[in-house]
């Protein structure tokens, strides 16, 4: 490969030569780039868990005070009563930040599962009464 090139017909094929090796070794970064992502993607999960716990999401404020006030109320006064000074800290901010992920994740599903319970139906999901129904005893 150190030989020298003497002619213009050698020039184009050691550019040609130097092209497929180039070709051959970007495939095999592509490959390797691959497998590492497959090898990879269970340690992602677990970092993506643990990103719920050291921060927090911002995109709902109505969210993310509730999860304040749970975490003052709840967690602090009645369930870490007993704790130390650290405990007391740490742990309403990693409940915090879990709790308001978690809250943003599942908002959908809750606001559903109240919109089914406020929903008015108005005689709309009814089923209209049948001949036998009639001769059931009604007081008045």
């Known amino acids: 490969m150190n030989k020298k090139i003497e002619t213009y017909k050698e020039l184009v094929d050691q550019k040609q030569k130097l092209e497929v090796l180039l070709h051959a070794q970007k495939e095999l970064i592509r490959a390797d780039v691959e497998e590492l992502k497959l090898e990879l993607r269970p340690l992602s999960g677990v970092a993506a868990y ?72 108005n005689g709309k999901d009814q089923k209209a009464p049948s001949a036998g129904d009639a001769d059931e005893g009604h007081i008045l």
Not at 56 to 71: E, N, P, Q
Request: glycine residues 4%.
């Open 50 to 121: 643990v990103k719920k716990f050291t921060t927090r999401d911002k995109t709902a404020l109505v969210v993310s005070l509730s999860s304040d006030v749970l975490a003052q109320g709840l967690l602090k006064r009645i369930v870490l009563a007993r704790s130390g000074w650290l405990m007391k800290t740490i742990l309403p901010y990693f409940f915090r930040n879990f709790s308001s992920n978690f809250l943003n994740e599942q908002k959908d599903k809750f606001i559903d599962k109240v919109r089914g319970i406020l929903k008015h139906k």
